[in-house]
């Protein structure tokens, strides 16, 4: 199975403050690549698909980037809301088990 | 819109049995696969079992395997995980999930199992 390598755990910001998260496939994805922001006892919410592309509804301020192993998901300026745990997930719908990565934890500084 | 809904959630003994149910509106249910995905208290997300969008194909997470079976009923427009010989391990929020080739994974909210004596 392809194994997901995603960095940093845990992540300490402030308000304005410009992230990037990154998740390391083991094998090449090509852009079979979401990430998803989930707050406590909250459902996992889709952010971007395709690697790089915005959900509807989602703010700009997130983007994400990358292909085959290696990705990037970035938020140009944290807002309060943002304040979250972020994972990333391999879906290759040719090769069916998905991977997620171990998690992001973003806290306030 | 797509909607999952699951339910069947509980507190269950080690050792017992729990059917859970997921069901599927806003999509042709038959012409995609799915998943189940769970969360353990605390934890990451975790992959359980795929089932193809024709009920032919499925393949388990070997935490799960030999004690979970995954099923998609096309007509009811439900998927069902039955769980046997729970064990405390297998306490989590359990999603049921749809996948595509096509479209972005879509998700439910979410059911809690809770294996304890």
């Known amino acids: 199975d392809i194994q997901m390598t995603q960095s940093p755990s845990t992540l300490s910001a402030s308000v304005g403050d410009r992230l990037t998260i990154t998740c390391r496939a083991s094998q090449s994805i090509s852009s079979w690549l979401a990430w998803y922001q989930q707050k406590p006892g909250k459902a996992p919410k889709l952010l971007i698909s395709?690697?790089?592309s915005l959900e509807s509804g989602v703010p700009s301020r997130f983007s994400g980037s990358g292909s085959g192993t290696e990705f990037t998901l970035t938020i140009s300026s944290l807002q309060p809301d943002d304040f979250a745990t972020y994972y990333c997930?391999?879906?290759?719908?040719?090769?069916?088990?998905?991977?997620f990565g171990q998690g992001t934890k973003v806290e306030i500084k | 819109q797509v909607q999952l809904v699951e339910s069947g959630g509980g507190v269950v003994q080690p050792g017992g049995s729990l059917r859970l149910s997921c069901a599927a509106s806003?999509?042709?249910?038959?012409?995609?696969?799915m998943h189940w995905v769970r969360q353990a208290p605390g934890k990451g997300l975790e992959w359980v079992a795929f089932?193809?969008?024709?009920?032919?194909?499925?393949y388990y997470a070997d935490a799960v395997k030999g004690r979970f079976t995954i099923s998609k009923d096309n007509s009811k427009n439900t998927l069902s995980l039955q769980m046997n010989s729970l064990r405390t391990e297998d306490t989590a929020v359990y999603y049921c999930?749809?996948?595509?080739?096509?479209?972005?994974?879509?998700w439910g909210q979410g059911t809690l199992v809770t294996v304890s004596s």
């Open positions: 999930a749809r996948g595509s080739s096509s479209e972005p994974p879509s």
């Open positions: 089932m193809s969008y024709d009920g032919s194909i499925k």
């Open positions: 395709k690697a790089s």
């Open positions: 806003g999509f042709t249910f038959s012409t995609y696969p």
């Open positions: 997930q391999q879906y290759n719908p040719y090769s069916p088990p998905w991977t």
